[in-house]
């Protein structure tokens, strides 16, 4: 490898050498190494192919602002390699290449370059060649389309999320950022900096500027407890109300903050000219990032391009890490870097004023710069360093609202942002200088904490603002010979936009989606202000005026790993857990939650289920509810805000009533069930299905921030386990075990609630009936469970008590045509459709969707959930097979089971309206294809007339 000296490599640890492959060849870097600054390291500049023409291309700005540096890992495409750190035993590849990244067969397509003009695709898929054109063309297209290559096996990978709030985040840890960060947190603020470089400082780590300027800010702000610093971290957009995405490697932070200041810095901008994509044709910034962070030498002889200061310090930058300067072009036609200049021509540099680079040759097959034409000259070089100008870091600044514009007199990109919960400080602002951006950031830092109501001293508005020194404007016309390229990612020419504009479209909007410009990784980063200096000098008009388009977030790549967040299934046991896998219960994860599927060995399963109906049916059942939804509703509104959010009446529910609940949306969709049980006059234990609790809660938060009831909404799922004894033999079961509750049918009535001890087990019981026996619900503080359930089996065991799982409850339940929220209901399903009218208070003058189910009412109803029975020889058809109504799909089939209490398969399934009669015929469409006829059943298949329930 070939390495600077130190100081230089302030990145790497030079005693941690890592060893990895690229495109198969081994090589060797350090830990703190990118990819890219390894590969440079060691000669390899060539990084990839175009997208479009297959030319070779290599490291520009090393910030991965371009999609140059785009590389395959092995189970991972598109790593811009001058971000990725360096890991040992990296396996890198080249990406978007036919054959070899040396000997690219599809490199031949730049020779067809003028049969491949701007809008290709639009011309040739369009008129009456359409189909043909499309059938020989579009397999061709669709693979070479995209750049790396998906793993559909990739290793697991762990992903995290958090949540992160605070008074202020600042975006960007440079000068700006920094100076914003610490002035608000010594006033007391609550501050998070964030920035996308492993340590924090931005330019001051790389640029030749004041020696202790990086170390005095850095040292004040890791000495505040109340400023969170988060390198390595992207802000990747900005959302409604300060809702910001913060990506630090594998995990997401969520953040939201009250006030935002963006220290984002300036992107860079490449110059034009024909070859100007060539490898070893960079930025200033990129030269520097790769001599003071990672040692590396950029070159042996170089050609600087300096348009503004940044280009003169790059050139001393070079010089002092040992690469020949052979000449620099300052394009300006009068210098205004005195001192510089004399620093540099001290050291032989030959300055020449007035002159730009017309064009770049390359060795062979253009794999690296080799020469460039300055002012009727060929300069020898194998590094040339563009400082044409940069603009600012618009994508988030205009998600959050900011306007661009762009002064002419400078040739400078503007931003301006007047309202809105945002500042802007530093060279996004438009302050260049090291001393404008530090008092720039404390003014930023300040003002934002002045619109969070702290008091700020008097003089902060009194800043010295910085005047930008005059930008360069290069003049831009198409070379005769082409490649003078706009757009990196696109291989987009001057004269692609222009012949653009002459079709017609003069609108930026209508340049980008006919050129495809700004449309690849970088999304304009490097191409959006030249694109606008064309367009409006194309069609006569200001820069100005033409803008540049919309930055949508995200700002930049993201995983989709990062956004599903966790990948492990989060798993919930119930407080019996232990007890289940005692008895050999067939244990299945139904959500995040665990649950008996039944009990005994699994070659048994449909015996064993059968034979678990049949003890509930004949004797008693114990099954585990513990997953249940609980809420404590408490509160002297808590009658009236049950009443609103659901469909019964619940404000003049008597205390110890259980009553049935059913929750719409507006829409006047069914979203829930339970029961609630009315404990006392401020205070009742409302239930909720197993998936839908964390909503339920959620919707009534929701609807009382509006409504202002004096009421309280507790989720107590955890802290509350269920037992559900059920059969003909519950009653006799629970009289036979210690307590104070008095269960004869007399004294606990169906639909009632009691609360006492059970075997010295403090109980809340409930009398409900949803496998159609006489059932008592016992719920208790989960650390009682154990105890509980125990007593329970133990005071069974002479009542001919069996466990039974979660198949035996759901075939028990369509015996008595009970719903399964989220099954046999789906997003517009209305209580109507499901001939709950009984569960509707029409008395009530509101509830939530009760307008809603009045509309829809009038608009006549089109399916109706019913049930279906079927032979015992049938075909039966499986959940979700059609049902059909003169050949047209009318509905579906939502739960179908065996019935062994009947002999035969029994279904719920909407049918269409007219068809929702008893024994009526309907048609479905099994799953083999085959038509079969049911009759209807519009009351429950077992027991219609709830008399064992009622026992």
């Given amino acids: 490898m070939s390495r600077l000296p130190e100081p230089f490599g302030s990145r790497i640890d030079r005693g941690r050498p890592l060893r990895f492959s690229f495109e198969g060849k081994a090589f060797e870097g350090f830990d703190g190494d990118c990819i890219a600054s390894a590969l440079a390291a060691s000669g390899q500049w060539l990084l990839s192919r175009s997208f479009k023409y297959h030319r070779p291309r290599g490291v520009f700005s090393m910030a991965g602002a371009e999609a140059n540096t785009l590389v395959q890992l092995a189970s991972e495409p598109n790593v811009a390699a001058d971000l990725t750190p360096l890991r040992d035993g990296m396996k890198v590849t080249a990406q978007n290449v036919n054959g070899s990244l040396q000997s690219d067969r599809d490199a031949v397509i730049g020779r067809f370059a003028k049969l491949l003009p701007v809008g290709f695709y639009y011309r040739t898929f369009m008129g009456p060649t359409r189909n043909a054109w499309l059938k020989a063309w579009e397999p061709m297209i669709r693979r070479k389309a995209g750049l790396g290559v998906v793993d559909a096996k990739a290793p697991h990978r762990d992903f995290d999320m958090a949540h992160l709030h605070c008074d202020l985040l600042v975006v960007g840890g440079g000068p700006a950022g920094l100076s914003a960060a610490i002035a608000a947190a010594e006033a007391g603020a609550d501050v998070v900096l964030c920035d996308e470089n492993p340590e924090i400082g931005g330019s001051l780590t790389y640029k030749r500027c004041e020696p202790d300027a990086l170390t005095r800010l850095a040292s004040a702000a890791v000495a505040l407890p109340n400023l969170r610093i988060l390198p390595g971290t992207v802000c990747n957009g900005w959302y409604e109300d300060n809702w910001l995405p913060l990506i630090q490697s594998d995990r997401l932070y969520r953040a939201r903050a009250r006030q935002v200041v963006l220290a984002t810095g300036a992107i860079e901008q490449p110059a034009l000219f024909r070859n100007n994509d060539l490898p070893g044709i960079m930025t200033g910034g990129a030269v520097q990032r790769l001599i003071r962070h990672y040692a590396v030498k950029p070159g042996r002889r170089a050609v600087v391009l300096a348009a503004n200061a940044g280009g003169y310090h790059a050139a001393l930058d070079l ?3 040992g690469v020949a300067v052979a000449a620099l072009a300052d394009p300006r036609p009068v210098g205004n870097e005195g001192d510089l200049a004399k620093a540099l021509q001290g050291s032989g540099v030959q300055i020449m004023q007035g002159a730009a680079i017309a064009e770049a040759q390359g060795t062979k097959g253009n794999k690296h710069v080799a020469r460039v034409h300055i002012g009727g000259h060929w300069i020898e070089c194998d590094l040339v360093v563009i400082s044409a100008g940069a603009v600012p870091a618009w994508q988030l600044p205009c998600q959050a609202g900011a306007k661009v514009g762009y ?16 500042l802007l400080a530093g060279a996004v602002a438009g302050r260049s200088s090291l001393d404008a951006a530090i008092a720039d950031g404390r003014r930023a830092g300040l003002n934002a904490l002045a619109r969070l109501g702290h008091a700020i001293c008097s003089d902060v508005a009194a800043v010295d603002t910085d005047l930008e020194p005059e930008g360069w404007a290069q003049p831009i016309a198409a070379d005769p010979k082409g490649h003078d390229f706009i757009d990196f990612d696109e291989d987009l020419q001057v004269k692609d936009l222009l012949n653009t504009v002459k079709e017609g479209y003069r609108e930026l909007e209508l340049v980008k989606r006919f050129s495809t410009v700004g449309m690849g990784p970088s999304q304009g980063r490097h191409s959006a202000l030249a694109t606008a200096r064309i367009v409006a000098e194309a069609t006569g008009r200001s820069v100005g005026a033409i803008g540049v388009t919309t930055a949508r977030p995200p700002t930049g790549p993201e995983t989709l790993g990062v956004l599903a967040g966790h990948h492990e299934p989060l798993e919930r046991r119930t407080a019996l857990h232990a007890r289940h896998l005692a008895v050999n219960a067939r244990m299945r994860a139904v959500g995040a939650w665990w649950r008996p599927y039944h009990y005994g060995a699994d070659v048994d399963a449909e015996r064993l289920v059968h034979e678990e109906i049949a003890a509930v049916r004949q004797a008693v059942g114990l099954l585990d509810v513990s997953t249940l939804g609980k809420l404590e509703v408490r509160g002297p509104d808590a009658g009236a805000f049950l009443d609103r959010m659901y469909t019964m ?32 006059d401020d205070r009742f234990y409302v239930t909720a299905t197993t998936g839908a ?39 006799a079961l629970l009289q036979a075990i210690d307590g104070d509750i008095d269960f004869s049918r007399q004294a606990f009535g169906y639909l009632s609630g009691r609360e006492g001890t059970l075997a010295g087990v403090p109980v809340r019981v409930m009398r409900i009936g949803f496998t159609g026996e006489v059932s008592y619900e016992l719920h208790c503080p989960s650390s009682y469970a154990g105890a509980l359930w125990d007593a329970v089996i133990e005071a069974g065991r002479s009542h001919g008590l069996r466990l039974y799982g979660l198949e035996a409850s759901r075939i028990l339940r369509l015996e008595k045509g009970h719903i399964l929220i989220g099954q046999d209901t789906d997003a517009l399903t209305s209580p109507d459709e499901l001939g709950f009218g009984w569960a509707v208070s029409r008395r009530k003058p509101f509830f939530v969707g009760k307008r809603s189910i009045e509309m829809r009412a009038r608009l006549g109803q089109k ?12 075909n039966i058809p499986g959940e979700g097979c059609l049902v059909l109504r003169a050949g047209a799909p009318v509905g579906q089939v939502t739960s179908v089971g065996f019935s062994p209490t009947l002999g035969h398969h029994i279904a719920l399934a909407y049918v269409h309206a007219d068809d929702a009669t008893e024994g009526t ?21 077992f027991d219609p007339e709830n008399a064992r329930q009622e026992l």
């Avoid at 002064?407 to 945002?422: Q, V």
């Avoid at 399916?863 to 049938?874: P, S």
């Fill in 921 to 941: 015929l309907v048609t479905l469409k099994c799953r083999d294809g085959e038509l079969l006829r049911a009759p209807v059943v519009m009351h429950a298949f």
């Fill in 319 to 321: 010089i002092d890490a």
């Fill in 863 to 874: 399916r109706r959930l019913v049930g279906l029975t079927f032979a015992k020889d049938a």
């Fill in 693 to 731: 609790v964390a909503r339920v809660q959620a919707e009534m938060l929701f609807w009382n921030a509006q409504w202002r009831l004096k009421v309280d909404v507790l989720n107590v799922t955890a802290a509350f386990s269920g037992l559900n004894v059920t059969g003909p033999n519950a009653r």
């Fill in 649 to 680: 009446a619940h404000a003049g529910q008597p205390v110890g009533r259980v009553r049935y609940c059913l929750m719409l949306n507006e829409m006047g969709a069914v979203i829930d069930d339970g029961v609630a049980y009315r404990l006392a």
């Fill in 407 to 422: 002064d002419e007199k400078s040739a400078h990109m503007k931003l301006t942002m007047d309202h809105g919960s945002m």
